[in-house]
């Protein structure tokens, strides 16, 4: 999760986040080069007071300045969508889970078992335990075995709202009467956290989303005692 002061993204906790972490550092350098050139070229305009007759017919120069910004947005646009198709990629699943927005908390559905559901409510500042996170922290996790390909199916009942959980790579909108799709792997067990990542009227805010990610046995123990309970 984020921290105070961060200034770079999220450490990954899934394949794909890993990827878009490595094309956000590819392409961050590119934009760095290229506004140190400008600057460079800039600086020598303004300051040099030699001139060139010659340079408003270079065609050498143009041919550059046209082709090299094509070269540099092609180094840009193949990595990105190699990571395009990653996240579409859905081979398999051996879970979904439906998620489902509502003003202002999160439904989920095991769509796998027959009677697995809860709704997951942010817990108030004032009954938060020691070591619970404010604005964060819910009553019932979505509870995920950690090393496996799971499915989302993600909508919303009343206005849109949006499933964020940014360690995971993953940001998919939750629209009355459509049914979005995503797909994740949790990379090690942990919590991770998110919020709605849409406007979605007054308490915007306190909706969260949490996250467990646990082996798979322990996943295996949590849903029987889910379902002797429901």
Known sequence: MAHPAQVGLQDAASPVM????????????VIFLISNF????????????LTNKYAHDAQEIEIVWTVLPAVILILIALPSLRILYLMDEINNPHLTVKAIGHQWYWSYEYTDYKDLA??????????????QF????????MVIPAESPIR???TAEDVLHSWAVPSL????????????QATFIASRPGVYYGQCSE?????HSFMPIAVEAVPLTHFEDWSTSMLEEA
């Open 18 to 29: 890993e990827e878009l972490i490595h094309f956000h550092d590819h392409t961050l350098m």
């Open 38 to 49: 400008v600057l460079y070229i800039i600086v020598a305009v303004v300051s040099t007071k």
């Open 118 to 131: 809860f709704d997951s409510y942010m817990i108030p500042t004032q009954d938060l335990t020691p070591g």
């Open 134 to 141: 404010r604005l964060l922290e819910v009553d019932h996790r």
């Open 152 to 154: 989302m199916l993600i």
């Open 169 to 180: 790579g993953i940001k998919m909108d939750a629209v009355p009467g459509r049914l979005n």
């Open 199 to 203: 406007i979605c009227g007054a308490n």
